[in-house]
C-alpha cells in the first residue's frame, strides 16, 4: 500500500514570496490534515478536512495561508506571502475516516515525509 | 493552557538498559492517546494507542505504555532498548475539538539517543 505522498520535500524561499506544498494521502482515506512541525516542537493542527469539505481551521493563520482539496483526494496548502517564522516542516497525513461523521476519535493518522520550508 | 507535556527533551541509554518515557496531559474528559516515532530520515509512524479497556497497552517493537487516569499520564516503556530504537518518540492526545472534529494534540517530543 502506498503511503501519503508530498512534495517538495525541500523548498528554500525569501520572505515575502509565496510557496505552495502539494498532498496525495492514501487512497480511500477521507480525511486529511495539513500540520506545522517547528524545529523543537511537535507537530501542529493547522487544517483538516473530510472529503472536500473543511472540518477544522481554527488553528490556521487565514491571512497567509490556504489550503484546499477541491475534488477530496490531494490537497495544496499555500503560504502568501510568508514570513521568516514559517520556516518549519509540514506535514500532511490522511486517516480512513468514520460515514457520516466529521472525524472519528480513533482513526489512526498516517503520515507523509514532510517538507522542509526554510524562509530567508 | 490545555496541553501535552513530555517531561524528558533528551534521553541517551545503553544498549539493554530500561526506558521510560514520560507524557502527561491537561484535558478532561475522554481522550484517546498515541505514541508516534520518527526513525532518523523516516516519517513519523504509529508505535502504539489507546482508546478503551486494558490501560496496559502493547505496540510494534517491544514498546508497551501505561494509560493511569486519575494521573493524566501516558508512559511509554521498554525493557531492554537496542541502537536501532535511536529516534524521536512523541506522545499525541485525540480529543474533541467541537463541530464534531477530534484534534490530535502532540508534545514536543523526546529524542532517545541509544549508545552500542
Known amino acids: 500500500e502506498a503511503g501519503v505522498a508530498q512534495s517538495p520535500r525541500y523548498k528554500i524561499i525569501e520572505k515575502r514570496q509565496s510557496v505552495a506544498f502539494w498532498c496525495n494521502p492514501i487512497?480511500?482515506?477521507?480525511?486529511l490534515y495539513w500540520y506545522q512541525q517547528i524545529l523543537g516542537q511537535g507537530p501542529k493542527l493547522l487544517i483538516q478536512?473530510?472529503?472536500?469539505?473543511?472540518?477544522?481551521d481554527s488553528q490556521l493563520p487565514k491571512d497567509r495561508f490556504s489550503a484546499e482539496r477541491l475534488k477530496g483526494v490531494d490537497s495544496t496548502l499555500k503560504i502568501q506571502p510568508a514570513k521568516l517564522e514559517d520556516s518549519a516542516v509540514y506535514l500532511c497525513a490522511s486517516s480512513l475516516g468514520a460515514p457520516g461523521l466529521a472525524v472519528s476519535s480513533t482513526d489512526t493518522q498516517y503520515f507523509g515525509p514532510g517538507t522542509r520550508l526554510t524562509v530567508l | 493552557a490545555q496541553s501535552v507535556s513530555q517531561h524528558n527533551h533528551h534521553v541517551i541509554l545503553s544498549e539493554a538498559a530500561s526506558l521510560e518515557l514520560g507524557c502527561n496531559y491537561s484535558y478532561g474528559g475522554t481522550v484517546n492517546l498515541f505514541w508516534y516515532v520518527q526513525y532518523p530520515g523516516q516519517h513519523l509512524q504509529l508505535l502504539l494507542k489507546?482508546?478503551?479497556?486494558?490501560?496496559l497497552v502493547k505496540g510494534i517493537k517491544g514498546f508497551e505504555a501505561e494509560f493511569i487516569k486519575s494521573k493524566f499520564s501516558f508512559n511509554l516503556r521498554k525493557p531492554s532498548v537496542q541502537w536501532s530504537d535511536t529516534a524521536e518518540y512523541f506522545c499525541a492526545v485525540n480529543r474533541y475539538s467541537g463541530a464534531g472534529s477530534y484534534q490530535l494534540t502532540f508534545g514536543k517530543g523526546t529524542k532517545l539517543s541509544v549508545i552500542p
Open positions: 478536512f473530510q472529503n472536500n469539505g473543511v472540518v477544522d
Open positions: 487512497s480511500g482515506h477521507a480525511t
Open positions: 489507546y482508546f478503551s479497556g486494558d490501560p
